[in-house]
């Protein structure tokens, strides 16, 4: 069993940055890739960004090219997504997942269906 669990979410201006983490506990010995996805007030959850755990690829929406980065550290088995030049569309509930074995197909990363855990979810809010 594999646990999940997002922090460093909260209020923040327009302009400013945040700096999400993700810590995985339990059985993670054996990730594939991880990623950020969020979903925002009566919209469906959507990808942010995705890292392959072994060579450190990383993927993102074009939304967030640019403005989001998104990293880990092996050996805390932790995936941050650092979010700068926020906006307020950036608003949501931001969501880490993890993907246990290799997949393989174009875009795989943004499909939520590939993912084997997920956290429980951490609020981000960018005022204008």
């Known amino acids: 069993q594999v646990q999940l669990v997002e922090s460093g979410g909260g209020l923040v201006q327009a302009g400013g940055s945040l700096r999400l983490s993700c810590a995985a506990s339990g059985r993670t010995f054996s990730s594939f890739a991880m990623a950020w996805f969020r979903q925002a007030p009566g919209k469906e959850r959507d990808f942010v960004a995705a890292?392959?755990?072994?060579?450190?690829?990383?993927y993102y929406a074009d939304s967030v090219k640019g403005r989001f980065t998104i990293s880990r550290d092996n050996a805390k088995n932790t995936v941050y997504l650092q979010m700068n030049s926020l906006k307020p569309e950036d608003t949501a509930v931001y969501y880490c997942?993890?993907?246990?074995?290799?997949?393989?197909?174009?875009?795989?990363?943004?499909?939520?269906?590939?993912?084997?855990?997920w956290g429980q979810g951490t609020q981000v809010t960018v005022s204008s």
């Open positions: 890292i392959i755990w072994s060579n450190g690829n990383t």
């Open positions: 997942a993890r993907r246990t074995d290799l997949v393989l197909g174009r875009s795989w990363y943004v499909q939520e269906h590939v993912y084997d855990n």
